[in-house]
Nanobody, 128 residues
Framework: QVHVVESGGGLVQPGGSLRLACTASGSIVSIFGMGWYRQAPGKQRELVAAVTTGGSPKYGDSVKGRFTISRDITNNKAYLQMNNLKPEDTAVYYC??????????????????????WGQGTQVTVSS
């Protein structure tokens, strides 16, 4: 089993900052990609930021220059530093871990043959 847990959400005023953290746990040897996605009420889930091992980060257009993704590969963690937050950043933020190699050499495969795992999400609210 692999679990992904997010933390760090909360209420912040416009222009403020928050740092989200994501931890993947289980019999993990390596994770190829980790990313952050968000979903606002009535909208589809969208990419915020993602990075693969050895790759360059990619960001959603609306957060470029304000958000930064980083990873602690050794400890299977990812972070999202969010600066200059705007009310339109209000959403549930989800962490995703993709292509996870497990002890024994196998690759994690979920119940629907998916190769990734999602966290439960953390709420970010930007409001004065």
């Amino acid at each position: 089993q692999v679990h992904v847990v997010e933390s760090g959400g909360g209420l912040v005023q416009p222009g403020g900052s928050l740092r989200l953290a994501c931890t993947a746990s289980g019999s993990i040897v390596s994770i190829f990609g980790m990313g952050w996605y968000r979903q606002a009420p009535g909208k589809q889930r969208e990419l915020v930021a993602a990075v693969t091992t050895g790759g360059s980060p990619k960001y959603g257009d609306s957060v470029k220059g304000r958000f930064t993704i980083s990873r602690d590969i050794t400890n299977n963690k990812a972070y999202l530093q969010m600066n200059n937050l705007k009310p339109e950043d209000t959403a549930v933020y989800y962490c995703n871990a993709d292509y996870i190699r497990l002890n024994g050499g196998t690759v994690y495969t979920g119940p629907e043959n998916e190769y990734d795992v999602w966290g439960q999400g953390t709420q970010v609210t930007v409001s004065s």
